[in-house]
């Protein structure tokens, strides 16, 4: 089992710090090695996951519901095809805002179906946007219709070529 759960939760972690740690939240390894898993293929059955970590599949379903019921895992969402993932046309958009400005944009973002994410970030810009199209004018619209909205000041937009990987 511990070389199962090793596998899969192998990454570079800085100064002794926790990826998975939230707010006195700590997570063991088979907590991170199922949360890998899930991120993996959140459709993977209780009794594969167990299989995959040398687990019971009621320990496992018990860790999911614990996960769940503690906040750690919130929800589940789905990922396309590969095929059809390759097809959209995707960008970040930097976003400067206005003072005093930032909720009214930001909920008005988050009502945008070309939006796949939005950080607030430091430095020149306060947003950082990942938009998604089917096609290029698709996508210029989607950017059109962010630096049109009230308390945009300005954008600045970086069109995706191609990604190197993705979890």
Known sequence: MQNAI????????GFGVSPFQL????????DRALIALLRENARIGH???????GLSRTTVQARVESLERRGIIVGYTARLAEEVSRRMVRAHVTIVVAPKASAAVGSA???MPELRALHSVAGVFDL???VEAEDVPSLDAAID????LE???RTQSSIILSTKFER
């Open 47 to 53: 009794a594969e996951a167990a299989r995959r970590l």
């Open 109 to 111: 973002l988050q009502r």
């Open 128 to 130: 950082l946007a990942v």
């Open 6 to 13: 090793d596998r899969l939760t192998e990454s570079p972690v």
């Open 23 to 30: 707010d006195n939240v700590m997570l063991d390894a088979t």
């Open 145 to 148: 219709k962010i630096g049109a």
């Open 151 to 153: 308390g945009v000041e």
